[in-house]
């Protein structure tokens, strides 16, 4: 019942009813500003903390963003759209304030308003946290994408985890990486909505019984379970000028209030309180696993906690608008999986529309199959999940009987398809017998969806050919590709506001919703006057880079050397490896005397190493024992500097894509799935070293081959070359990289940590040696040569850099998020509805 009664005839002040726009100019910021400073925060001129100014901004702009984001839901409403739900374990967001500013229009009018106050913007803006709520490009890719649906005015709905932790803090000690908790969200956060009245019971352990419905009709159910409250916060996604809000919808877990009460009851207290915190420790902290299945129970309770909630939000939704009769539900309706992390939707989807909603198997089978889609992230054998059975007979027993039932009527139709074929349905079935069976994620995905899709073409086409062969024999109209993309908005015009301003004189403002445009750049690379100009703002943003690897890493990077950089999670496929054997290389030639090795350069490494990835963090402990001895040898360190800049995260690389010359993107061919960091950097016009993998192959088709230093095996040579790899064959014949070896097997970069480098040397020299370090190296030390010569022509150089920016087209989220629409998604635009009462 709503508290309010209906005053709109009788009132004698009709303008209590109407709410007037907030003001969109520098005066009504520093009202809002002056009123939550002071009213709300209670805080006075004399306090010090940037931490009360960055709150009070941040909630004078989200005023703004909420009268917007009502009139979106409401011509959703009333547009009775279908709509697209986007489902992820993870969102890697970053900071939201200067991106809700851009998105607004307000970046001027807030700068000003604040000076006038005596504050600066820059410093307000570094006391928001990183929200780190992912690993890496997966979850920064979920984070472009809600930035472009909004900005084309898509009804899409993100779904994800309210970790109360996120990636963890990296410190460097000693040169090793150390973890420490990320309690972002320990001050509050500013941006979030909390929404209890859509709160949600999700069930857990229990177990199935029969029983009859008031037809007489024999049905099953879960009962007896362990229910977890799944807390609605609300985030709001602006679009770009366009006055849509977007909405990112993440669910923190609660005890329920009943929870234990039998324990309560028999007078244990504090074990039934205490066991309130087992439910809450659901959402506690993100897996930092990247690429990575971890197996752990919290981990697969996770993901079920999150489908679950997420299909029963639409289906009350559905509900509210439909009624009951669920029969266009596929037509209205579209979940895109992020990965198999929330594949178990599948089956949760089957079991709340015949379980909770009275539907037969082959209806709820029918709205399944044409409303879920998945995404594929990766080929690599380690990263595919899967899960005990016997887990899920524990945790979640109705959800494997669904599962069990799926596929016993999969492996009929593959029987009826290949009679006699055993071999194949033993490969098809979506459970891997063994001591242990298993439940195959990705293939309960890919029966339940109607599409699937990986991110690059060489990835999708290996897809076909490789890991899902026999699905795409089966099923070949399913597959596609959508080639990744990232948002302009804070990719350029956020991150590299110098850039942003000459693109706007040079070829106007409309690039940034059409990244196409960029291409109109391509002329003035022949115009020395603009080139100049090109080569102000590169040199401006390398030193603002120098600034943060002073200040982080205490490690001086002369602008003027070429700054060569490798930022992504350290894992042994993307090849930090390789990066750090060429820097030796360059200490080696240099302490010989040997001269001639193009421009001096500023080599940057950084990311994050899964905590229980031993060899990774080794790679980091190698990188910056050699950046010591690098940096601390005055006759190397006037041509060569090594720095690895300690916890990478989106508000980092938001200063280290503006300020890169060189781009590495030198994994092994075939195991990058696409690739996005490869993306920004190109689009803030550094060029690229790389392999043919992912979507490096599409970065050099559009740039062109001149303008691209191409190095490396291909997939195929990859492929070919197992089995008969010799690796200590390829070291002795090749005296650079044999040098190298001499040097790390020396012990040179770890005189007093005797052989702490064994595995590293061994892996290198291994003949199983699965991401080809020695097999690339030659031609990776000859392709940077090549780069550091090219450098030296400067003319030469800003030509292939702004060529770089006028191609990166392509590479927009925009144009990713058009293709799923088009393809998969078939959503209509909304704009939102006019302002009007409250
Ligand atoms: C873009 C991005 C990534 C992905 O980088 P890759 O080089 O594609 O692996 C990872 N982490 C952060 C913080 C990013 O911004």
Known sequence: M??????????????????????????????????????????????????????????????????????????????NCRRTYYLSLEFLMGRSLSNALLNLDLTDATRQSLYQMGLLYEEIEQAEMDAGLGNGGLGRLAACFLDSCATLQLPVKGYGLRYEYGMFRQLIEDGRQVEEPDHWMRDGNPWELERPEYTQRIPFFGRTEEYKDHNGRSCRRWVDTHDVLAVPYDIPIPGYRNDTINTLRLWSAAATDEFDLGEFNAGSYPESVAA???????????????????????????????????????????????????????????????????????????????????????????????????????????????????????????????????????????????????????????????????????????????????????????????LFRDWYELWPEKFNNKTNGVTPRRWLAMCNEPLRDLLDETIGTGWVCDLSQLSRLAPHADDAAFRARWDDIKQANK??????????????????????????????????????????????????????????????????????????????????NVAKVVNADRSVSERLRVAFIPDYRVSVMEILAPGTDLSEQISTAGKEASGTGNMKFMMNGAVTIGTLDGANIEIRERVGEDNFFLFGLTAEEVERTRGNYDPNGIIAHEPALQEVMGLLESGHFNQFEKGIFDPIINGIRSPHDPWLTAADFDSYRRTQLLAAETYKDRERWLRMSILNTAHSGFFSSDRTIAEYNRDIWKLDTVEPSPFGSW
């Not at 005839?9 to 003001?23: R, V």
């Not at 945790?395 to 596929?407: A, D, T, V």
């Not at 006699?420 to 969806?449: C, K, Y």
């Not at 421009?599 to 950084?606: H, Q, Y």
């Open 2 to 79: 709503s508290p309010f009664k209906d005053l709109s005839e009788s009132s004698p002040n009709a303008s209590l009813f109407t709410l007037a726009p907030l003001p969109m100019d520098a005066d009504g910021i520093a009202q809002g500003f002056q009123h939550y400073y002071a009213h709300t925060f209670g805080r006075d001129r004399d306090c010090r903390s940037s931490y009360y100014p960055y709150k009070a901004l941040a909630i004078t702009l989200r005023d703004r963003l909420m009268e917007r984001w009502k009139r979106t839901r409401h011509a959703h409403d009333q547009a």
């Open 543 to 624: 030193a603002r880079l120098s600034r943060l690897v002073a200040s982080t890493c205490g490690i001086e990077f002369p602008p003027e050397f070429m700054f060569d950089v490798q930022v992504k999670r350290i894992h042994e496929y993307k090849r930090q490896l390789l990066n750090i054997l060429h820097v030796i290389h360059l200490y080696n030639r240099i302490k010989h005397g040997d001269g001639d090795l193009g421009a001096p350069r500023c080599v940057l490494i950084g990311g994050k190493a899964a905590p229980g990835y031993e060899m990774a963090k080794l790679i980091i402990k190698l990188i910056n």
């Open 276 to 466: 309130k915190n087992d439910a809450e420790h659901i959402t506690m902290v993100l897996y930092p696993n990247d690429a990575n299945e971890c197996g752990k129970e919290l981990r697969l309770r996770q993901q079920f906690f999150l489908a679950s909630a997420s299909i029963k939000d639409v289906i009350r939704e559905w509900v509210r608008l439909q009624g009951r009769d669920f029969s266009t539900f596929a037509d209205k309706n579209c979940f895109q999986l992020n990965d198999t992390h929330p594949a178990v939707s599948v089956a949760e989807l089957m079991r709340q529309l015949m379980d909770d909603h009275g539907l037969e198997w082959e209806a709820a089978w029918e709205i399944t199959s044409r409303t879920m889609a998945y995404t594929n992230h990766t080929l690599l054998p380690e990263a595919l999940e899967r899960w005990p059975v016997r887990l899920f007979q524990q945790l979640l027993p109705r959800i494997l009987e669904i599962i069990y039932e799926i596929n016993a009527r999969f492996l009929s139709l593959v029987a009826a398809r290949w009679p006699g074929d055993i071999d194949r349905q033993r490969r098809l079935s979506l459970i891997e017998e063994g001591d242990d069976p298993q439940v195959r994620m990705a293939f309960l995905a890919i029966v339940g969806s109607f599409s699937v899709n990986g991110v690059a073409a060489l990835h999708s086409d290996l897809l076909k050919k490789g």
